[in-house]
């Protein structure tokens, strides 16, 4: 490439987890740094795909996304949120929810639709790396706000002092990836307070929204009508039906939003994966019990990592959802979190992703001195888990 090329996104380079997992396999370490699950698509989900591609269901579904999948998750959304609502205030299939190739291209879609030149965009480290890069090739610049171990709780007063008149929007992820917290309901008022008062939209990421612990309550921007006037939700079926591979999510929004978010979706992918659309669809009408379970088949695989560690010199931070844990490190070693996680990798034998990555670069060097934290995935099999621990056990 000529040197005299200059780049859109100039701070980038390969993410996080491609270095962490690429390290991982050169050095054959057991692999909790990427967010991906060790087992595998239900085998009901499995069959109907294979079915729909034997059937010659291969050719492009309507850009929407196909009307049997947009119906089911109008419903599930309405079981699991909307119960108690007017039925004037629920979403509908066909108006407010597009399909999209995984939550990346929703979240892409949704920033373009409402970023314009100079537009400021909230976001909260440790943030999601996609983000970011969105905004910038949007024209508009990301606003960071640290949050901070162990609660990594929103300060509402310093959003407050952070809007101005160029902010258009404020990006939340709920469960969060990576500490594993999760907005409550007083998080979700003082948002509908500073969306309303300074007329701004809301980007929700809620791509680990079936997976909350403990018996605490997902508060997806779905349950408050009000909030969602002014909403993106983003979803991803890789991380609720283990099946990251293939890229698929959804956006819900409302009619009119969701119009102009279609315009650009149509010209980034136009649709996605006819036959996995087809499955997901059987799969939710007829295995619904799957997204019920999901919550609790990942608690006990949260358990079963936290108890395994408990004996270790590591301190384990609360993990009230998605499928992370969080651990600080500083009773075990003075290194950096991206040199301890190398080191971890290499000479331990165990794959962990650190956190300040997440963090904006001019946060990076201080966070580094404050924090020694990194975070383990644990969608993995129990015997990988444990062995992990075990090893872990002996720092
Ligand atoms: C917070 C968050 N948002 C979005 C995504 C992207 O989801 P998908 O793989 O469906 O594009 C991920 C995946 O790791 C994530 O953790």
Partial sequence: MSSSFTSKLPKLGTSI????????????????????????????LKTKINQAISDGKNQYSP??????????IAELVQRKYQAKLPSAQKIEG????????????????????????????IIFDPAYDSYEPAVELAGGICR??????PDYAIDWKKVTQTINEK??????????????????????????????????????DEVYEHMTFDGLRHESILRYPELFKRAFVVSSFGKTFHCT????????????????????????TFSSFT???????????????????????????RDVLAKALKSSRFNILPSKGTYFLLLDYSAISELSDTEFCHWLTKEVGVAAIPLSPFYQA?????????????????????DTLLKAAEILCQL
Wanted: aromatic fraction near 8%; charged fraction near 20%; hydrophobic fraction near 40%.
């Fill in 245 to 268: 591979g293939w890229k698929m999510g959804y956006c819900a929004a409302p009619s009119a939003l969701m119009a102009e978010f279609r315009k650009i979706h149509q010209y980034v």
């Fill in 17 to 44: 987890f491609t270095e962490m997992s690429m390290l991982a396999n050169q050095y054959k370490a057991i692999n909790l740094s990427q967010g991906f699950p060790e087992f595998d698509t239900p085998d009901f």
């Fill in 167 to 204: 902010t258009r929007a404020i990006i939340i992820n709920s469960p969060h990836n990576p500490t594993g917290t999760i907005l409550t309901q007083a998080d979700i008022t003082a948002l509908q307070t500073l969306i309303e008062k300074h007329d701004l939209y809301v980007i929700s």
């Fill in 94 to 121: 066909l108006t407010n929810i597009t399909i999209t190739s995984g939550a990346t291209e929703a979240l892409w879609v949704a920033i373009q639709t409402i970023v314009r030149q100079n537009d400021e965009v």
């Fill in 63 to 72: 850009s929407n996304g196909l009307p049997e999948l947009l119906t089911q």
């Fill in 275 to 301: 036959p996995a659309q087809i499955g997901i669809a059987q799969m939710l009408k007829e295995q619904p019990t799957h997204v019920d379970e999901l919550a609790s088949f990942y608690q006990q695989k």
């Fill in 362 to 382: 001019d946060e990076q060097e201080r966070y580094h001195q404050k924090n020694k934290v990194i975070r383990l995935c644990f969608a993995k099999n129990d």
């Fill in 144 to 149: 960071h706000i640290s949050l901070a171990a």
